[in-house]
Structure formats: structure tokens, C-alpha cells
Nanobody
């Protein structure tokens, strides 16, 4: 059974930092491109950061709203994908999900084959 698990969410003040991790079981995570998406109440799921599979270019891509604030990386030894978030803003508040897909990066949520249950990030003073 394939399972993705996000961890590291929580409450942080505006301007603060947080690190989320995505790990998997039942699949070899380095073989998959990973996308981080978020969904705020009443809004559609939106992609924020993506990274190619370990056998790919290692390239990353970011939404304009998080560029220069979020960094996505892989640790293939630990088989995790991490997103480091800094200078967080209240509008970053959402449930954050990691998705895994075969093939190249995609910014389209429904092109991902596997999803975690999500982790809540709340940015508030």
C-alpha cells in the first residue's frame, strides 16, 4: 500500500520559518517527481513547489507567490523531500500536501498519482 506522509506543520508568527517533510512507504520516493501543494479554506488546491525525481535534473520550480521564500530539496538517503519556508505570511496559511508522480514535474494537481493527508500550517500573530 502506497502512503505519503507530511510532517512539520504548526503555528508560526508572520516572518517566521517552518520546514515540512514528505516521506513515503510502499514506493521508492526518489523515482518520483514531488509537488508541494496547499489548500486554504474555500480555495482550490494550488501548487507551490516542485522537484524532479532523483534521476532527473534535480531541477525545482516555484509558484511566484513563494519564490525566494520557499526551497524544496530531496534527501535520497532518507528518502524524504523537504520544503523550507521562510518569511511566512498570513496568506501562506493552508493545509500543505505533497504529491508524487511518475515523469516530469507538473503544476497540475490531478496529474499526481499519490497524495499525503496533509499538514496544517498556520501563520498568525
Amino acid at each position: 500500500q502506497v502512503q505519503l506522509v507530511e510532517s512539520g506543520g504548526g503555528l508560526v508568527q508572520p516572518g517566521g520559518s517552518l520546514e515540512l517533510s514528505c516521506s513515503g512507504s510502499g514506493l521508492f520516493l526518489p523515482h518520483f517527481a514531488i509537488g508541494w501543494f496547499r489548500q486554504a479554506p474555500g480555495k482550490e488546491r494550488e501548487g507551490v513547489a516542485y522537484i524532479t525525481s532523483a534521476s532527473g535534473t534535480g531541477g525545482t520550480r516555484y509558484a511566484d507567490s513563494v519564490k525566494d521564500r520557499f526551497t524544496v530539496s530531496r534527501d535520497n538517503a532518507k528518502m524524504t523531500v523537504t520544503i523550507q519556508m521562510s518569511n511566512l505570511k498570513p496568506e501562506d496559511t493552508a493545509v500543505y500536501y505533497c504529491g508524487a508522480r511518475w515523469g516530469p514535474i507538473s503544476t497540475i494537481a490531478h496529474e499526481y498519482h499519490y497524495w499525503g493527508q496533509g499538514t496544517q500550517v498556520t501563520v498568525s500573530s
